[in-house]
């Protein structure tokens, strides 16, 4: 497989794999933007040069969206291979471009959020495992932070706000960042289908990395909570937040 790094310099041009569309999209665009920006951070995307669901992309921990002490490590945000692409080995063709790039930039390791059982979103714990990661630290929701050493060094870890996944408001309350394109869809649609139908929801948008280092979940591209618990990181659409909202109520 060939692949292609998506940059500020091409990424007008190129697909990002979660989201094909054009850039006209609603969701690409929200996603592109979000890239665009955090270029300079130090993120990497790496996605294959054949239309479809393969890519990974990190950026040096100090600068990652999730609320981690991670020092010299670089975070995997997302790594996907989904549909025909499966099954070719092109998950740890990607891992390893990670893994000699951070080597290369001088890092102590790479770590990336999974579970023990597989979770929407997440990585999967059998496939990390299998590639030498173990856990280091885990919130009481089950989110789990898995790394990869290079060498002796401080293991991540999750800050203390992000450990009990509790919060104080009532309703639904969701924390969420661009990160995910599908959120620039689908969050309004769940503001709005909440407000007809009287269910109290609300939405907080992490619209920068000190307040997504912050935040009270592991995972900050889609954390709903319910009169204080966490509930899923699943994206809801409406037929989602709908079973959601019979089962809980």
Known sequence: MDYVYVTKENIEQEHICCAISSNSDVQVRSKKDWLTDRFEDGLVFIKSSVRGKCFIEYIPAKNAWIPIDADNYMYIDCLWVAG???GHGYSSELLNLCIEDSKKKGMD??????????MPYLADPKFLAYK??????EASNGIQLWYLAFNDSNLPKFKSCAKNCH????????????????NAKYVPIIEN????????????HLDTKEKAQNAPTPITTYALFY????????VMNEKKFL???EKLK
């Open 227 to 234: 009169n204080g618990d966490y509930v899923t990181n699943d």
């Open 84 to 86: 025909s692409l499966k």
């Open 109 to 118: 390791g790479i770590c990336i959020l999974s579970s023990k059982k597989k």
């Open 193 to 204: 289908l909440s407000k007809e139908m009287n269910i109290e929801f609300k939405a907080i």
């Open 167 to 182: 919060i104080s408001e009532s309703g639904f309350v969701l924390y969420y960042t661009s990160q995910c394109p599908f």
């Open 243 to 245: 079973k959601v909202v």
């Open 132 to 137: 030498g990661f173990r856990v280091c630290d």
